[in-house]
């Protein structure tokens, strides 16, 4: 397997990221720095739903999907973004490989209008790669707001690509990009890029090297680029470079030629990392004119205020606090309705299906254990997350994310860790496999698999509702029923800052320990605000997020609905398997302020957090079916009367927390690791900080009864 025409995407690109086309597909590849509006104007074009945000590093994966214009079919490839191509990262080298090996037509690359000087260092490299490209020059909007001004003609032709100013997220200019692709892929548009011009040192080592290759390789390959990565020491390149000497018979001999001739040229590599640099600051000195310095003051103030150490905190607690006491208060009467209309239809559906004449064992489980559990499902968990949602991807849209990472950064290097793992856990909110498959874009393995290990420790969307729900009850319902809603937002917050603590303690502790280190330092970057769309973020955040994660715990509650009542109804001696199992955990459950049921319903709700509560609330049924839930108030009382106490709220709270990951999450680790070893070793390891942490919790609030 070597660098032969036939074989080089196969040895250098992984399946995954090999693009099957049909055969009268053009591929388009569609490249650049993270947060230009790359993966909005793939969604613009192809009309998928690419999750796309005000977040850098969003994608993390390549994503593809076809578009037609003027009758011809185009295949577009959704590259991760990356900063640059001299792959040190998996997403830098996913992109890389893919421009290179995977073949594509046109690439498009889609820079950051508001930044271009640091994006040309991107099209640049690229441009050394393939000669068709298109430079989507996006956000021109943002950059005439700020009084940027950018001269389009001559930054045309100091590069020698089309050049088409855009606003994706509006479609502006996406029409002229699909003309200049379809153009170019017809052969109607002569491109005459303009290559890096290197010192004479450095194209005479390039042009010694390529003279070495092309007596063994395939000159359909780019050799000077080829050249230019084994100068910069690509030891994946070197790498395949050998097995292909090899396995063709040849000696190593040629590549300790060129390796005599790089060691000839010290710092040659940094050197033409600082020639392209340099390239782009001039290129952008050229074209790029600033109108009024004053309109780009405000987002400096702004992030003065925001990403100071102390204004920030407070600023970023604040806001969550206020977005979950939103949710709380927002959450009640909608759920409370919810609850009427469905377990109201209860009774119709029961009349309708008694006049079947079923047994009553199928009674028992389609309508008391399917049915009531989704009822409950729905009733409790979609009014907070059309809510939570929405808020949450607001603060995304308007680019306040990215600030809450920037502020957590030290605290995660003090940890040992990488700083992007900040980013990651802010991910993991929304879904915890979402979060593990972002870290990605850490570049270390070391750090990579910290954040990959201690991303379950932030609720995702999934345990939130047991969070709000357990808040609401016992740590709201200790203050006036006027103040109740504030208490359980603040609590909810603190239960977050739980996670955090927990992460960087975690983090730290493997960082001493299994996987030792020195933490990498790398540079944030903080993406400019942006006024939200309303419309978009309503759509994304309630049919991309909640209603996929009603629909994925509705799929799960369905089967554990059934189950749980069989349990809950098969005896044996006169005892079912419910109340044998719950009774056989109950005296471990009972050292961390718990109960049986309580270890039951997690050890069920395995295949999603989603449906803990509801099998719990199945469970201490007597016949295991679920609860006509009408308010928070039903839900409270059952508690009490199962002998909950403020404790048992906390701990739950705090198992829930911390608890080993669903499967999803257990499966995304597998995946992204590459085996079941560190799998195993998170279930574990969370499992154990959950017995922990509730263990102590439980001890102290004895101890401070028995004082009281």
Not at 235 to 246: A, D, Y
Not at 456 to 466: E, Q, Y
Not at 676 to 683: C, D, E, G, L, V
């Amino acid at each position: 397997m070597g660098l032969t025409h036939e074989s080089s995407g196969l040895a250098l690109v992984k399946d995954e990221y090999i693009i099957e086309k049909e055969i009268d597909n053009t591929v388009i590849a569609l490249a650049g720095n993270p947060n230009t509006g790359k993966s909005t104007l793939f969604n613009y074009l192809t009309g998928l739903k690419q999750h796309t945000g005000n977040w850098p590093g969003k994608t993390v994966a390549n994503a593809k999907g076809t578009f037609n214009y003027e009758d011809e079919s185009f295949l577009l490839v959704d590259l991760p973004g990356t900063y640059s191509i001299f792959a040190n990262s998996q997403e830098e080298e996913i992109a890389r490989n893919f421009i290179c090996f995977g073949e594509p037509e046109i690439t498009v690359v889609v820079v950051d209008s508001t930044s271009l000087e640091r994006n040309l260092n991107l099209v640049l490299q690229i441009m050394e790669i393939t000669d068709n490209v298109v430079v989507s020059l996006n956000l021109i909007d943002e950059a005439k707001r700020k009084g940027i001004k950018i001269d389009i003609g001559k930054l045309e032709n100091e590069l020698g690509v089309p050049i088409v100013p855009t606003v994706a997220r509006d479609g502006i200019g996406v029409e002229k990009i699909l003309n200049t692709i379809y153009n170019i892929s017809n052969s109607n548009y002569k491109i005459d890029p303009h290559k890096v011009k290197y010192s004479p040192k450095i194209e005479n080592t390039i042009t010694k090297i390529e003279n070495i290759l092309s007596i063994y390789m395939n000159k359909s390959h780019n050799l000077r680029w080829i050249a230019l990565r084994l100068i910069d020491g690509d030891k994946n390149i070197k790498n395949e470079l050998g097995n292909f000497l090899i396995e063709n018979g040849f000696t190593s001999e040629p590549l300790e030629e060129i390796e005599n001739i790089i060691k000839e040229n010290e710092n040659i590599g940094d050197e033409i990392v600082t020639t392209i640099y340099e390239n782009a600051e001039q290129i952008a000195d050229e074209v790029v004119s600033i109108e009024d310095n004053r309109k780009i003051d405000w987002d400096k103030k702004l992030d003065d205020i925001l990403t100071n150490k102390i204004t920030g905190y407070p600023i970023m607690l604040i806001l969550l606090g206020l977005i979950f006491w939103i949710t709380i208060v927002g959450a009640n009467y909608p759920s409370e309705l919810l609850a009427k209309i469905l377990f109201g239809f209860e009774n119709k559906l029961s009349y309708l299906f008694l006049k079947l004449n079923p047994p009553d064992w199928l009674y028992g489980i389609l309508i008391l254990g399917v049915y009531r559990t989704l009822a409950w499902v729905i009733s409790v968990m979609l009014p907070p997350m059309a809510i939570f949602f929405p808020l949450f991807t607001l603060l995304e849209d308007l680019g306040y994310l990215p600030r809450v990472a920037f502020n957590l950064d030290n605290s995660f290097r003090k940890a040992g860790t990488h700083g992007k793992q900040a980013l990651t856990m802010s991910m993991g909110f929304g879904c915890n496999a979402a979060g593990i498959m972002a870290c990605r874009i850490i570049d270390s393995p070391r750090e990579r698999l910290i954040a990959i290990i201690t991303n379950n420790f932030v609720p995702c969307n999934g345990r939130f509702p047991i969070i709000i729900a357990m808040s609401t009850i016992f740590i709201g319902g200790l203050v006036n029923e006027k103040y109740s809603s504030i208490i359980a937002a603040i609590s909810v917050v603190f239960v977050v800052l739980i996670g955090i603590f927990v992460t960087l303690t975690v983090s730290r502790f493997l960082s001493k320990t299994f996987l030792k280190g020195v933490p990498s330092s790398f540079t944030l970057e903080l993406p400019p605000y942006r006024k939200p769309q309303i419309g978009k973020i309503l759509i994304r955040s309630l049919i991309d997020r909640t209603l996929f994660v009603l629909s994925r715990a509705i799929m799960v509650a369905i089967p554990a609905g059934a189950i749980t009542w069989i349990f809950a109804n098969i005896t044996i001696n006169g005892a079912s398997i419910l109340n044998i199992s719950a009774n056989f955990l109950d005296p471990f459950a009972k050292l961390l302020g718990l109960d049986g049921y309580i270890l039951m319903a997690f050890i069920l709700g395995l295949p999603a957090n989603e449906i803990v509560l509801p099998i719990l609330t199945m469970s201490y049924m007597s016949k295991g079916a679920m609860l006509e839930f009408e308010s928070i108030e039903t839900l409270k009382n059952l508690l009490s009367n199962n002998g909950w106490t403020f404790i048992t709220g906390l701990n739950f709270m705090l198992f829930s927390l911390l608890h080993f990951p669903c499967g999803t999450t257990l499966l995304t680790i597998k995946k992204e690791t590459g085996g079941r070893k560190w799998s195993i070793f998170t279930f574990f390891l969370t499992t154990i900080v959950a017995i922990l942490v509730t263990f102590i919790v439980n001890i102290i609030g004895r101890l401070v009864y028995y004082l009281i």
